[in-house]
């Protein structure tokens, strides 16, 4: 009978996520497979396993080489568990961890033999440092393959070595570069620089790896000149400088993993190996214990806990065909990630052949991005390019299985939309409306099959912009939901459900921020320190210059249309009237509240507000309010209506209301969204700085009833 230790040990065998095979040429392989997940994450346990197949496979006297490779089909490793930082109660802790995983990736680089990485798909943060850890890496050509260090998107720093080898593999400028902005690098840039010995087509990535295990120990390739130049102490000096300086001018001091990242980096470099670990294994234990981490690591659980829900209990119909109506901006957009990142052929409708270019253009002229940075070749973008079509009838438009409508917005002409397709499209078809202001029952009001018309709200740019809104209507059905939810996961979006109310959730919560900012602008504050204000508290743009971009007729359009259902509280200032009346339309004309070049100017010069703004608008501008001050006013009324809206439904959580407001307007992400930021200051404060402007500048300041029995309660968003 096998003994209860030979069973004990067999069954750890079989669970283990890493397994050894030797081929007949004396090279070993290990595969990593984690069971029972899609892709591999990296687990405290497999400290044990890895100590155990490595201890297993110098137990060959004749071994050569080992091979490490990936037994998922598309990725390598996509990262650490994050889980095991949410499980550390303090700071030493999550530096114990960090050393573990150092600990445990010094093995490999200690390996006697060599050991190459063979990387095919993702193979991101903690999956980097073990290929880092190797002595060479090999990577497939494959547009799955990625290689980055995103740590500092969770408010970290890479904590298993990441920050003391990669400087050395690949120079300081170039390491620095990819763990503070945590960019992902495709395979002819990862050799370029050096960060892998060889890409090849995904077919010879084992063969290629072995061929490089027993080429043996190799010398690594020289730095460039410009890289060697900076290892010496007055050109590490400059770059660090340099770096520091660019880098606050990003941050504002916001996001602390940064400044972290910049000395942990300069300490292994200054004062060797021992060093530098040691400080990123401190790092990595105090970082984890920000309040800016444990907001980022909450975004991006709920983010990925949105890409697995289908926004209801139905399921989701097949999607084989999408139809876009109008080749505009957002038309062409939507038919644009449709194509490329879902995959699924687009058919779009114009009333005119122009109409239909422009859209085509809007694609052909992103994949050229990608065809010049050699990220793609022209064969790819040529049969990517294939998946759109276009008419200006609805032939084609019989085969669908969604229409997404981007026509301008007018209630008459999208009840026609929906006629035409309920006459010209199957039965089945669903039609979701990208409208960002009219309500999603009257769209369907005179609709034959009103269960199947929906909301579906696109950000522009679309290819940029992360979130969409799924807006069903009362009798919209659970299928329509669902199918229209998936579309919009397949085009790499993440979606919140939003009930049908005026402004849905992100545009409600924006108005009342933006026409703070106005009423503070009315006050004789500066455009440039009214942005700087709101920049400097953490959002990307501020307030008066998003109204640029956006376009300040859009906002016109909202605007009395939230005032007419939400009351006053909502209603801008009168005085605006006169921007709108004077043409200036923001971005799109060259004429808003920013001076804008001439069309086909090369010259390049800082965004300057345009002063002839306050002449029109009757007022004297001088910086006179603390930027303080300025967020302050903007902030709060954001946050409080946040909160009405979670109470009265319009959205499903406040994880929903996080999202949507970070990924929609640019919320600070550190601050973890307006949910997770009134949980820190915690509601009787919130409560207590509402009245307090209430007093000062007016009624529309008036804490909520949630946020006031909160308050009474002590409650919070979050458990």
Not at 165 to 173: K, S, V, Y
Not at 350 to 372: C, F, M, P, S
Not at 511 to 521: F, G, K, S
Not at 650 to 672: E, W
């Amino acid at each position: 009978m096998m003994s209860f230790e030979n069973a004990l040990h067999e069954q750890r065998a079989k669970a283990s996520a890493f397994h050894l095979m030797l081929r007949p040429d004396n090279i070993g392989v290990i595969t990593i497979d984690v069971p029972g997940e899609k892709v591999n994450t990296l687990k405290a346990e497999f400290v044990e396993q890895v100590n155990e197949v490595l201890l297993k496979a110098q137990q060959f006297p004749a071994l050569e080489g080992v091979v490490i490779l990936s037994g998922k089909p598309d990725s390598f490793i996509a990262g650490a568990d994050i889980t095991m930082i949410a499980a550390c109660k303090s700071a030493k802790e999550a530096e114990a961890l960090a050393k573990k995983g150092q600990s445990t990736l010094a093995q490999i680089a200690a390996f006697p033999v060599p050991v190459i990485a063979a990387i095919h798909g993702a193979c991101l943060g903690g999956g980097l440092e073990l290929a880092l850890a190797c002595h060479g890496r090999v990577c497939s050509l494959d547009d799955k393959t990625a290689l980055g260090l995103p740590e500092v998107q969770l408010g970290l720093l890479p904590g298993s070595g990441g920050t003391q080898r990669l400087p050395r593999l690949i120079g300081a400028r170039h390491a620095l570069d990819m763990i503070l902005t945590g960019k992902q690098v495709r395979a002819r840039q990862a050799l370029r620089m050096g960060l892998v010995d060889d890409a090849v087509p995904q077919s010879i990535l084992l063969q290629a790896a072995v061929e490089r295990v027993k080429q043996g120990w190799k010398p690594r390739r020289a730095l460039p000149w410009q890289d060697r130049l900076l290892n010496g102490p007055l050109g590490r000096h400059l770059l660090f400088s340099i770096v520091r300086k660019k880098t606050l001018e990003k941050t504002h001091g916001n996001y602390p993993a940064a400044e972290r990242i910049i000395q942990v980096v300069r300490s292994g470099l200054d004062q060797g190996n021992a060093s530098g670990y040691e400080a990123e294994a401190r790092a990595f234990g105090e970082l984890a214990m920000t309040p800016q981490s444990a907001a980022l690591r909450s975004l991006f659980f709920a983010s990925t806990a949105l890409k697995k829900e289908h926004g209801g209990e139905a399921q989701p119909h097949t999607l084989q065909r999408v139809g876009v109506l109008g080749g505009g901006l957002m038309g062409g957009g939507i038919a644009c990630v449709t194509a490329t990142r879902a995959g699924l052929p687009v058919r779009i409708k114009d009333v005119n052949e122009q109409g239909i270019n422009h859209a085509l253009k809007y694609t052909w002229d992103l994949l050229g991005k990608r065809v010049r940075s050699k990220r793609m070749r022209p064969a790819e973008r040529q049969k990517q390019m294939m998946l759109i079509s276009g008419s200006t009838d609805y032939s084609g438009f019989d085969r669908v299985d969604i229409v997404v409508e981007a026509v301008f917005e007018d209630i008459t002409l999208k009840q026609q939309m929906v006629a035409d397709i309920e006459q010209y499209a199957a039965p089945h078809t669903i039609f979701a409306s990208n409208t960002s202001s009219l309500p999603i029952s009257q769209i369907a009001a005179k609709a034959a099959r009103p269960q199947q018309v929906i909301g579906l709200h696109y950000f522009s740019p679309v290819d940029k912009m992360p979130l969409v809104e799924v807006i069903p209507h009362a009798t919209t059905s659970e299928e329509t939901i669902a199918t229209t939810v998936a579309l919009a996961q397949k085009q790499g979006k993440t979606a919140i459900v939003v009930a049908d109310r005026a402004g849905f959730y992100v545009n409600r919560i924006l108005a009342p921020y933006i026409n703070e900012a106005a009423r503070c602008l009315l006050q004789g504050e500066p455009i440039e320190s009214l942005d700087k204000a709101l920049v400097d508290f953490g959002f990307p743009v501020g307030p008066i210059m998003l109204l640029d971009e956006v376009g300040i007729d859009v906002g016109t359009k909202i605007i009395p249309i939230l005032a007419a259902e939400l009351g006053p509280r909502f209603a801008a200032p009168a005085a605006f009237d006169a921007v709108l009346k004077d043409g200036r339309k923001g971005r799109k004309n060259g004429r808003g509240f920013y001076l804008y070049p001439a069309e086909g100017s090369k010259r390049q010069t800082r965004k300057r507000e345009d002063s002839s703004i306050y002449a029109l608008l009757g007022v004297s501008a001088k910086a006179h309010m603390q930027h303080a001050v300025i967020a302050q006013r903007c902030v709060m009324l954001m946050l409080n209506e946040a909160a009405r809206c979670l109470e009265e439904g319009v959205i499903r959580s406040a994880r929903d209301g996080d999202i949507g407001a970070v990924f929609g307007i640019g919320f600070p992400p550190f601050l973890g969204g307006p949910f997770r930021y009134m949980d820190e200051l915690e509601a009787e404060k919130v409560v207590k700085t509402l009245r307090y402007l209430q007093q000062h500048y007016g009624e529309h300041f008036a804490p909520c009833e949630r946020l006031q029995r909160m308050a009474e309660q002590g409650e919070r968003f979050y458990p």
